[in-house]
């Protein structure tokens, strides 16, 4: 399909890592993804309280600015043993937005009193809100999550954020070791796309 015939979506992020996600999976489809820094969009205050809240900030606040239809994304890492945390502030999680070395240094510092794998459960969680408008009042809303346990040592150069730590239940290998195509089928992002592809079409049936 031409870049002409694909619909086009605004991707509420200027993260690189979560764009190339979204195009390995939704383009294939007929979307063309366009990350609103391209046309100059800036972020809005993320003041919710829940990745749902979030994710519907930034869908809209994309939507008004672009004309366009917009998607967005709110995820983060919650571990049990630190009662959620880092949640919805994972991104900022050290104090600077998007510093991942900064952020994962922590969370070990946060975990070194927990010397026991199961001690260090953890699960990736993704809230997507679809916007076809800024004034949409019928916004499409998935969710998901990925389960795992957080390593003692940063393993893999792959992924972005917490990738490196997070070992994925059931598999010898952390998210950033993973080849990303294995990743695109089971990370928490990859199954709440799903989601909403599934509630596109039978939106439009």
Same mark, same amino acid.
């Given at each position: 399909?031409? /870049?002409?015939?694909?619909?086009?979506?605004?991707?509420?992020?200027?993260?690189?890592?979560?764009?190339?996600?979204?195009?390995?999976?939704?383009?294939?489809?007929?979307?063309?993804?366009?990350?609103?820094?391209?046309?100059?969009?800036?972020? +809005?205050?993320?003041?919710?309280?829940?990745?749902?809240?979030?994710?519907?900030?930034?869908?809209?606040?994309?939507?008004?600015?672009?004309?366009?239809?917009?998607?967005?994304?709110?995820?983060?890492?919650?571990?049990?043993?630190?009662?959620?945390? +880092?949640?919805?502030?994972?991104?900022?999680?050290?104090?600077?937005?998007?510093?991942?070395?900064?952020?994962?240094?922590?969370?070990?510092?946060?975990?070194?009193?927990?010397?026991?794998?199961?001690?260090?459960?953890?699960?990736?969680?993704?809230?997507?809100?679809?916007?076809?408008?800024?004034?949409?009042?019928?916004?499409?809303?998935?969710?998901?999550?990925?389960?795992?346990?957080?390593?003692?040592?940063?393993?893999?150069?792959?992924?972005?954020?917490? /990738? +490196?730590?997070?070992?994925?239940?059931?598999?010898?290998?952390?998210?950033?070791?993973? +080849?990303?195509?294995?990743?695109?089928?089971?990370?928490?992002?990859?199954?709440?796309?799903?989601?909403?592809?599934?509630?596109?079409?039978?939106?439009?049936?």
């Amino acid at each position: 399909m031409s /870049d002409s015939k694909k619909t086009k979506i605004v991707l509420a992020s200027s993260n690189k890592g979560k764009a190339r996600e979204f195009r390995a999976l939704l383009e294939p489809l007929g979307f063309e993804i366009i990350m609103q820094s391209d046309l100059g969009i800036d972020s +809005p205050v993320e003041d919710g309280k829940s990745f749902v809240e979030n994710a519907l900030i930034k869908a809209r606040y994309a939507a008004e600015k672009s004309g366009l239809m917009a998607i967005a994304d709110d995820s983060g890492l919650c571990v049990d043993a630190l009662g959620g945390a +880092p949640g919805i502030y994972s991104a900022r999680y050290a104090g600077e937005h998007g510093d991942d070395n900064a952020n994962n240094k922590k969370l070990l510092e946060e975990l070194k009193k927990h010397r026991n794998i199961e001690e260090r459960a953890a699960h990736y969680f993704c809230a997507l809100a679809l916007m076809r408008s800024g004034d949409d009042p019928v916004p499409l809303i998935v969710q998901a999550s990925w389960d795992g346990y957080i390593g003692f040592e940063a393993q893999g150069s792959g992924g972005f954020g917490y /990738d +490196p730590l997070f070992l994925v239940k059931g598999r010898k290998m952390t998210a950033a070791q993973i +080849p990303m195509q294995t990743k695109n089928l089971m990370s928490h992002r990859a199954k709440a796309l799903m989601r909403l592809v599934y509630a596109l079409n039978h939106r439009n049936s």
